[in-house]
């Protein structure tokens, strides 16, 4: 399939109806998982993770440690898995990516002027760029919302586009910020926007605005990148972003990805959390599984 | 860099079995007639097997009644009547009904794997649906006892008398409470039948009721076969006959009953439409589709069996529908991913079987899910069939299974009389965004329910029943209490 | 000179139109002193079958019809009948009542069709329901017209009988195929022409004489009648409620004195009515915040 260059030419989005969703969530939240399938889901999970801090107060010391923890979760159980990468802002880069030097844990970048995306096209790109240039795997940027709620569906596309371009080597993932979109037709919409605009990766929010990484909107984004698999043969990858915190949401998570999208895309290639404090209770319910007891988080380290 | 289609190899992460305990379950091997809250052992001296449908497992066997013990059941509904229900004040009558509704969300969970086991249905569908819906329509019916004339506005009512209710085998719990709570409330006794092959929750009913401590005879519960519900559809002194079940059954009665002057409530057959056009919520409504046809293994007289896509995303449709399809688990009912349990039973099966036949026969394209059947048990394929045409026998007649029939069409007035065009009306669905069109078709489709952008959705204060050969009367809110009441004169 | 006098012809009413029975058939109904009050057509089944077939024909326009309009037109019947009161004062008479009972009745009729008018756009109000489900929907129940329903007018009355069943069937947007009493027919067809003469849409009511036990079983097993209204049948009862089963017609019976201004009222209308329940998502933006 030729891959439109304009807003204009890419397909109507279908229109989403929330309580719909919500009944199909309701199913997948039904899904129970035990035993061999729940071990096997844990440790998936904690290799598709982005231990992410993004924070105005954020150090080289802060970064290090969160780095070092990323590769080292729980060293008194041997055999875990590390997460998929971290994710900081592009003046970490550098020290994220000395810190992981020689383990496989990708170094992503939020940039755009993340996380409201409010300033000019120029100095995007050259935040963009400054992260690629750092030596950041992977670019999170945002999209205008402001932009894409006055119906300047044009705007962000070619922002999208141009920031796809600025990124080189690097994958892009493209957040949406879906608590400031407010409904599921504008989610779907925004979804196809970036998918037909070069996204490697399309993400639910920022971390900063609540609701983020609802089940509802994460189906809804899953459904965007099935929908475009199946008209081009080409791979979307998702990362739900903030609010997912336990084990338990994070394997329903996996469910939809599975029952939507299939096994395909059920490593961190093409999924992945972005979370915190998801990988200590993921760590926890591992722990339990192989002890048989309830754990304590004092056992287990915070960075 | 270019968009990757490499894959890593893909890990098949499956669900382990996740089986509901049977643990805390009581089913005794042998049940007897429920009659004045005593436990009667049956004249005829006969009893029937209860099998489980998944495993082919007897799980107990259960009286089966003749004329005299229906007799003796309507007999003590009648004293019941006259001498303790209809001088029980319509606030005590209230809070019974309320008890019996405590008492069964006290023992929700046995229920749900009692129905499971006896049925062959899901136990997330038992445990999510079947079993609080049935609590919660004693709740809602449990209020209306001492509001009955806020009703019928201008029109004093009063009650019927000896209701005698038989109910299918497709939801069994929830059928006993769409008939019982209702019944009750409006001040009348009842004589109960379940059907042959799930007749274990409403005995467990009985239990519940007896230990609510309603009155004796108030609700009796006779199990058996067809003959059990002509005893009781024949039976001179009762003066109103509920049934749920099929169309031809339905007819029997109401030949039966033919100037006896008995009230009837028929809740039968249908063919449901469910209509997709172009700009409906896509995805949902292929959730819709999914829902309409194997919610039940399709055991559903409301099931949107006949699907009519808009012609220019039939395609579409279909594919996503396929797909959907092959996310359905199917298997032991009893476990709590399975989305489609078993066939209710043997003879269900082979209903169905021979209508997936004359559909590959009439020249339809056939389309099952990808699953596994297990080797025991009776169990049969989600299937769909696409390009079929208006007279083909698989659009025209009710299969009571998980088989589609898909029909395209071009205009939305081509679809309302297709839609119409059948001698049943008990349900539809539309689905669209433009609401103009959702209340021209709900206005013009000639069904008793319509779900827009939605399907197979109930609650027990929503009216349910249907037009044409899909029966009369309403069971479920307001004008539910109808049935069981009858105009002071 | 005695002017000759011009004597009416009665033929039956089908589709807004008064052919004879296409059977060519009549019979003469006498009153108590066994005088023949007229020839009347002895309707046949084919005469049934067209006048089903006229009452479908106009069922969808006359049933999607607003409430209002239908009120208008079902006034204009009693402003009809209130005009040509005298005739059917003088029909009555001449089937066996006196002026005083001719002139109650008439007027109790032309009483009873107003109220019957000023339902028209209140009984869906009464009777539907917006239900409380527990889920995200809108859900509510409304009233429709069945279809056709099929009427065989009291016995025992002309006039009042027939409108107390006939009217509040019409009402509510069914269209009626009715068969007369076969001993007092007149007014039947004299309240046809009223019928016509009032806006009335040919074919929402059509009005056959004849022979009940010739006529009645056609109709009762009529697939294409949705309901049937009579008061009770006696003899014919069990196999009239039989012959209706097959496509599952919806029978009641009425047993009132007609006369009564108490024999009217919203479950006349009611009956011959089906209930509708519809279900639609409502969606609620953000989910677990109120947008107050």
Known sequence: MKVPTSFTNIPISPSVDKVGVEERVARFQSRSIKNESKRQGLDLVLSMIDLTTLEGKDTPGKVKQMCYKAHHLHDSYPNLPTVAAVCVFPSMVKTAKTALLGTSVKVASVSTAFPSGQSTRAVKLADTKFAVDEGADEIDMVISRGKFLAGEYNFVFDEIAAIKEACGKARLKVILETGELCTLDSVRKASDIAIYAGADFIKTSTGKIQPAATMQVTYTMLMAIKDYYDSTGIMIGMKPAGGISTSKLALHNLVMVKEILGNNWLNNDWFRFGASSLANDVLMQIMKLETGVYQSSDYFTID | ?489 | MNRVEILKTYKIYIGGAFPRTESGRYYTPVNKTGEGIGNMCLSSRKDVRNAVTAARKAFGSWSERSAFNRGQIIYRIAEMLEGRKEQFILELQKQGSTKAEAEKEVILAIDRIVYYAGWCDKYNQVLSAVNPVSSSHFNFTTCESMGIVGVLAPQTTSLIGLVSLLIPAICSGNTAVLIASEKLPLCAITFAEVLNSSDVPGGVVNILTGNTEELLPVLASHMDVNALISESLGSLEIETAKAAVDNLKRKFTYNADWSSEKSQGLYYISDCLELKTTWHPIENIGGTTSSY
Not at chain 2, 96 to 101: G, H, Q, T, V
């Open chain 2, 1 to 489: 860099m270019a968009k990757s289609t490499t894959k890593k190899q893909a890990p098949s992460w499956d669900y382990s079995p996740s089986l509901e305990s049977t643990s805390h379950i009581t089913i005794l091997p042998r049940y007897e007639l429920f009659i004045n809250n005593e436990w009667v052992k049956p004249t005829s001296k006969k009893y029937f097997k209860t099998t489980n449908p998944a495993t082919e497992e007897v799980l107990s066997e259960i009286a089966w009644a003749n004329d005299k013990d229906v007799d003796l059941a309507v007999k003590a509904a009648r004293k019941a009547y006259q001498d303790v229900w209809s001088k029980t004040t319509p606030k005590e009558r209230s809070k019974y009904i309320y008890r019996i509704a405590r008492l069964m969300q006290e023992q929700a969970r046995e229920l749900s794997v009692i129905e499971t086991l006896d049925a062959g249905k899901p136990i997330r569908e038992a445990r999510d649906i079947d079993v609080p819906l049935a609590c919660n329509h004693f709740f809602y019916y449990a209020g209306w006892a001492d509001k009955l004339e806020y009703a019928f506005p201008n029109q004093p009512m009063e009650a019927l008398g000896v209701a005698g209710q038989i109910i299918p085998w497709n939801f069994p719990l929830l059928m006993a409470a769409w008939k019982i709570a209702p019944a009750l409330a409006a001040g009348n006794t009842v004589v109960l039948k379940p059907a042959e092959t799930t007749s274990l929750t409403a005995l467990k009913l009985a239990e519940i009721i007896k230990a609510s401590g309603l009155p004796p005879g108030v609700v009796n519960i006779v199990t058996g076969h067809g003959d059990t519900g002509a005893a009781i559809v024949n039976h001179p002194d009762i003066n109103k006959i509920a049934f749920t079940g099929s169309t031809n059954v339905g007819k029997i009665i109401q030949r039966a009953i033919a100037g006896t002057g008995k009230k009837a409530t028929l809740e039968l057959g249908g063919k449901s439409a469910n209509i997709i056009f172009d700009d409906a919520p896509i995805d949902q409504a292929v959730e819709g589709i999914i829902n309409g046809i194997f919610f039940n293994q399709g055991h559903v007289c409301c099931a949107g069996s006949r699907l009519f896509v808009q012609e220019n995303i039939a395609d579409l449709v279909i594919r996503k529908l396929k797909h959907r399809m092959d996310s359905l688990y199917l298997g032991n009912p009893l476990d709590k991913n399975t989305d489609i349990g078993a066939i209710n039973s043997k003879e269900q099966l082979t209903t169905i079987e021979k209508y997936i036949k004359i559909g590959i026969a009439e020249g339809a394209e056939i389309y099952q899910s990808a699953c596994e059947l297990p080797s025991k048990g009776y169990f049969c394929r989600p299937t769909i069939f696409i390009n079929v045409a208006q007279s083909s026998t698989i659009s025209q007649e009710e299969i009571f299974g998980p088989v589609l029939s898909i029909q395209t069409f071009r205009t939305v007035d081509e679809v309302i009389q297709k839609a119409n065009n059948s001698p049943y009306g008990l349900a539809a669905g539309v689905w669209t965004d433009k609401g103009s069109r959702i209340f021209n078709l709900t206005t013009k489709l000639r069904a008793g329910v319509i779900w827009a952008n939605t399907y197979n959705k109930f609650d027990p204060t929503s009216p349910f029943g249907g037009y044409k050969e899909s029966g009369f009367g309403r069971e479920g809110g307001l004008h539910g209490l109808g049935a069981y009441l009858k105009m002071k004169v």
